[in-house]
């Protein structure tokens, strides 16, 4: 944990309140996002028991799988889902605007946490393979909805990506609780800490929040006392009599705290202004949203059970570079987020003591002498930054600085590029941040193609198609 974020810990404890990590929302929320709450037995791997879902918070939809170690019954529930989800992700990824190479927008799911994540990657692995015709056949929907949870959750491991969100984990990113980090997988005592209710204490809220009885678990996992005492006898009850009526009322009271709770998590975030560089990254959303559609519109194979090595390596790459940028853009946006890093000594705010903008010298390699101010500022922070770093300014992004020495508090930079007329230059007496995060891509590692990829990684490698065994069960 960062020195703020240690610092507003013991602040939630003594005051008995989540600590607000940012002053902005540094992730995209739709206007109606789809709500996707799934339970599956306790033990099992990826067997369903009931999902809550949709887009409207006063017309929640229930799925339930009456006995969850029954093939018909489990994909029947999954045909289900698809009448729902694939219609929401077809709404988007049909409109694109070919000009731009993006969808016009993207869908938004919103599961609890991230096992609710994990959940939708094993929904997506078991169904995005299985045919639809022969002696096991699913309706079409299935394997296209496979299709979709599959590239939903691939997405959401890319930091700043809001396609899939975990509720846990984007109010974490925002609030800093007095429980531990497991504590805060709780999406009601999570909340409880957040918005606790009026005259009580977030600890004392989060608390009662974690008895299952009163705050039944945001899944995937059902509560094992819940399995033993009402869920088991109402599956056999099912298989006696065929009546599923008590089943869906008791799975319905097991879910409807959590799709409230996930409102008011999304209230919350809502009320928080938008970062700068949110819409930039929903863009990045929205244009691999329509890279997918079109795969699909083409007929391309669904996604391998593994990446070749050489899709690893390219996706490594992409994902390091993407939470570079996520990380810095934050910094960037947010001066709570630079607060962080000033105290870690990677930014160092300050005073402009004085200028040289008359400087000028010849680098090296050149023969000519350009124009390389010099400005000295003094500041209190600890700068652990090596001289001759690249730096940046928030107020200032598109001017490229370096670090020229550190020096009891005053800290030479040099400006580089980004003048215009000199009306870019620091004023003496004014307030600056400098820092070595940069919120671009950055630079990639160069990889060869993949026809010249070497013997040692696998060589060239051939063109995917599913087998049998893709399609194999994993239900359990």
């Known amino acids: 944990m960062t020195f703020l974020g240690s610092y507003l810990k013991v602040q939630a404890l003594q005051t008995g309140r989540a600590q607000a990590l940012t002053t902005l929302r540094h992730v995209h929320l739709a206007e109606k996002p789809m709500v996707f709450i799934p339970l599956r037995m306790a033990g099992e791997a990826a067997a369903p028991v009931a999902a809550m879902v949709g887009d409207d918070r006063a017309d929640p939809r229930l799925l339930i799988v009456p006995q969850p170690r029954n093939r018909d019954h489990r994909f029947a529930f999954m045909a289900e889902l698809a009448e729902i989800l694939v219609p929401y992700i077809r709404q988007f990824s049909s409109r694109i605007d070919l000009q731009e190479e993006r969808c016009l927008d993207a869908p938004q799911i919103l599961v609890p946490n991230q096992g609710g994540v994990s959940f939708t990657r094993l929904l997506g692995r078991s169904t995005r393979f299985r045919s639809t015709t022969g002696p096991y056949a699913v309706p079409p929907l299935v394997p296209l909805l496979g299709r979709w949870l599959t590239f939903l959750h691939e997405r959401s491991e890319f930091a700043g990506s809001a396609i899939l969100l975990s509720m846990t984990g984007v109010l974490s990113e925002h609030w800093v609780t007095g429980q531990s980090t497991a504590e805060d997988g ?6 409880a800490w957040i918005d606790p209710p009026a005259g009580e204490r977030g600890d004392a809220a989060a608390l009662l929040a974690e008895d299952p009885l009163r705050s039944p678990p945001a899944g995937p996992d059902t509560d094992p006392g819940f399995d033993h005492q009402v869920l088991e006898p109402l599956i056999k009850l099912y298989e006696s009599t065929g009546v599923k009526s008590q089943l869906h009322a008791a799975l319905l009271e097991q879910l409807t705290p959590t799709w409230d709770l996930m409102w008011r998590g999304a209230d919350l975030l809502r009320a ?9 990254r929903w863009e990045r959303d929205r244009v691999a949203l329509a890279r997918e559609s079109i795969r699909i519109a083409e007929g391309a194979f669904p996604p391998g059970r593994w990446d070749n ?3 690893a390596a390219r996706r490594l790459a992409m994902m ?7 990380e810095a853009g934050k910094a960037f946006d947010d001066p709570l987020v630079m607060a962080d890093h000033r105290m870690e000594g990677v930014a160092f705010e300050g005073r402009v003591v004085d200028l040289e903008v008359d400087r000028k010298i010849i680098p090296p390699g050149k023969v000519r002498r350009v124009l390389r101010p010099l400005v000295t500022i003094r500041t209190d922070d600890p700068v652990r930054i090596t001289p001759g770093k690249k730096l940046l300014s928030p107020q200032r992004p598109k001017q490229s600085c370096q670090l020229m020495s550190i020096d009891d508090g005053l800290v030479v930079i040099q400006i580089n590029s980004g003048m215009s007329k000199g009306a870019t230059i620091p004023a003496v007496g004014e307030t600056v941040c400098y820092t070595e995060l940069d919120p671009s891509e950055g630079r990639r590692p160069r990889l060869p193609s993949l026809e010249l990829t070497p013997w040692t990684h696998g060589g060239p490698p051939t063109e995917y198609v599913p087998t049998d065994e893709d399609a194999g069960e994993i239900w359990s």
């Open 309 to 311: 090595p050489q899709a």
């Open 320 to 326: 390091e570079s993407a939470q570079q940028s996520y």
């Open 186 to 191: 709780n999406l009601a005592a999570l909340l």
């Open 272 to 280: 928080l202004p938008a970062a700068a560089r949110v819409a930039a």
